[in-house]
C-alpha cells in the first residue's frame, strides 16, 4: 500500500478506472479476461449488453408488420433528411429526422 497522499490517489483512481473499464465490457459485450478468470463457469453467460440486445431484438419482432412510414415514398425521405440535415455529417441522418417522419 502506498503511504503517500498522491500515490494513494493514484491507487484509488487506477482501481476506479478499471472497475469503470469492467463495467463498460460488461455493457458491451467485449471479452474482459479479468472477469472470465474470476467467474469460472459463469464466463459462459451472456454479458449485460447482449441480454439487453437480445431484449431488445424481441421487441422488434413484435412490431415487425408495423408499418410507421408506410405512405412515405423513397423521394419523401429523401427530401426530410435534406430538410433536417443541418450541419450534420452526410450519411448520418439526425434523429430530427426520425421524429419528423415517425410522428404524423
Excluded at 408488420?65 to 455529417?89: K, P, S
Aim: charged share 25%; aromatic share 14%; proline share 5%.
Amino acid at each position: 500500500m502506498p503511504h503517500d497522499g498522491p500515490e494513494k490517489m493514484q491507487l484509488l483512481w487506477n482501481m476506479i478506472t478499471e472497475v469503470v473499464q469492467s463495467y463498460k465490457n460488461s455493457i458491451s459485450g467485449r471479452y474482459d479476461h479479468k472477469r472470465a478468470m474470476t467467474s469460472g463457469d459463469d464466463r459462459f453467460q451472456f454479458t449485460g449488453g447482449s441480454k439487453i440486445k437480445m431484449s431488445f431484438y424481441q421487441l422488434y419482432k413484435e412490431y415487425d408488420d408495423y408499418g410507421a412510414c408506410e405512405e412515405y415514398t423513397n423521394e419523401h425521405i429523401h427530401r426530410a433528411i435534406q430538410m433536417h440535415e443541418g450541419d450534420g455529417l452526410p450519411g448520418f441522418p439526425s434523429v430530427d429526422v426520425f421524429i419528423y417522419l415517425v410522428t404524423p
